[in-house]
């Protein structure tokens, strides 16, 4: 299966949302590729309540002419102005590999969770804030159950307001930053005027649960599942009981397909002009993999990048000038949401870096960077792709995850098979 496009956008968060649309209302032929059943990405997933905004740029999503590739992976650049994806269960075609030329490329790839390892944090119902958000709002039955939220990050009021309201037991909120670090915060919210109401929001939604500062799990205890959890707050230990443990430590850009394109990265994320042009000629990206600053900036760069490729780049450039609040929100966001070094002794020798392969602590520390104890551990080689693993390994042991090989994702052998079978080489 081929197709081209004159504009192709990977990701239908509200970056990818709004770039396909601003670049199709231009009259560009536009894909917008996801793996996901529906348009919205983590912030708009299906289910969720969606404010004016989201329903606004869903709707002018479905009346730009936009084709939409739902359900959808991409894992390999076989050339320049290609990308092979793979129809996961959620499209159409399933078990169908696409090849999707592009003459422009915008990536909007998104975050996910950071998690650190600590003795227990593989045992069932320890999940990450987001994930366990989504499974709820999926139908995951969660009234009376008990719930704690740790790690660090607005993620964690707004999942634990959401379980409130479903009638989950919240018996506290453990963030890991000082009240000073929060407070630098909440007073650049005072300059937001819709963030600071959509914190109040949160706030008073969970108003009954109990807020610990400078606190984070330091061990997770159950037989066959989770039942306890022991934390950690200024010298003082204690257990919590819960059925559920959400837990995530701010956010990851994915970047993976981008560094496989050969884009420059710079602290982790990846470097544009400000047109969103990364490094490579015709590539863009916006939202998070550029800087984890909220929806309004991912809405923001995804305009810029949309109408950057089709040529606009007057009405790209007039949106510039609301950037700086933007930044200066994401700097703030960024301070807030420090991870404390002690949070470095949290994995044992014997905890488990790489759930996947089952790499403990103890055997990296025999080696001095990511490629090496990849090669010799298999750290990283398993479903995740170290997208996991990798995010620990970086905090933990100041390694950087540099290693980037197709497939970027898990896919079916015959795609790989088609690849190969279209390149003119032997078949698998």
Not at 55 to 77: C, I, N, P, T, Y
């Amino acid at each position: 299966m081929k197709a081209r496009f004159d504009v192709l956008v990977i990701g239908a968060g509200p970056a990818g949302i709004a770039a396909a649309v601003r670049a199709a209302e231009k009259g560009a032929s536009v894909g917008l590729v996801d793996d996901n059943p529906a348009p919205g990405g983590q912030i708009w997933r299906r289910g969720a309540p969606q404010n004016s905004s989201a329903r606004q740029w869903l709707s002018r999503l479905e009346a730009s002419g936009a084709q939409l590739l739902q359900g959808w992976r991409v894992f390999d650049l076989p050339r320049r102005g290609a990308l092979l994806a793979e129809g996961s269960a959620f499209a159409a075609e399933s078990k169908v590999c696409a090849e999707l030329e592009y003459g422009k490329l915008i990536l909007a790839t998104g975050a996910r969770e950071r998690f650190l390892p600590f003795p227990g944090w593989t045992l069932p119902n320890v999940m990450g804030a987001g994930g366990l958000d989504a499974l709820v709002r999926g139908g995951l039955p969660i009234a009376g159950k008990r719930v704690l939220v740790a790690g660090t990050g607005p993620l964690l009021f707004a999942v634990a307001a959401e379980l409130a309201a479903r009638g989950a037991v919240v018996a506290g909120i453990c963030e890991q930053a000082p009240v000073r670090q929060l407070a630098g915060f909440a007073l650049h919210l005072l300059r937001q005027p819709a963030k600071l109401i959509q914190a109040a929001h949160f706030r008073f939604a969970s108003r009954a649960v109990p807020i610990f500062t400078e606190c984070w799990p330091v061990a997770a205890h159950g037989s066959g599942k989770l039942e306890s959890v022991t934390v950690h707050r200024k010298g003082r230990q204690w257990s919590i009981p819960c059925d559920y443990l959400a837990c995530g430590f701010h956010l990851v850009p994915n970047i993976e397909l981008l560094m496989l394109i050969g884009c420059r990265i710079d602290n982790e994320f990846v470097a544009t002009d400000d047109l969103q042009q990364t490094s490579i000629a015709n590539v863009y990206c916006a939202g998070e993999p550029t800087g984890i600053g909220g929806v309004e900036r991912a809405l923001l760069e995804g305009q810029i990048a949309g109408l950057a490729a089709v040529g606009s780049f007057d009405e790209a450039r007039a949106l510039n000038r609301k950037r700086p609040a933007m930044r200066r929100f994401a700097r703030a966001l960024d301070r807030a949401c420090t991870l404390n070094l002690q949070l470095r002794g949290l994995a044992q020798d014997d905890t488990l870096i790489c759930r996947c392969e089952d790499v403990p602590l103890a055997s990296l520390r025999e080696y001095g960077s990511w490629r090496e104890a990849k090669l010799l551990t298999r750290c990283g080689m398993g479903p995740c792709q170290g997208r996991i693993c990798g995010a620990a390994a970086a905090f933990l042991l100041g390694w950087t995850p540099d290693s980037v090989r197709p497939p970027v994702v898990p896919v079916r052998m015959e795609s790989l098979g088609s690849q190969n079978n279209e390149n003119g080489k032997e078949t698998l």
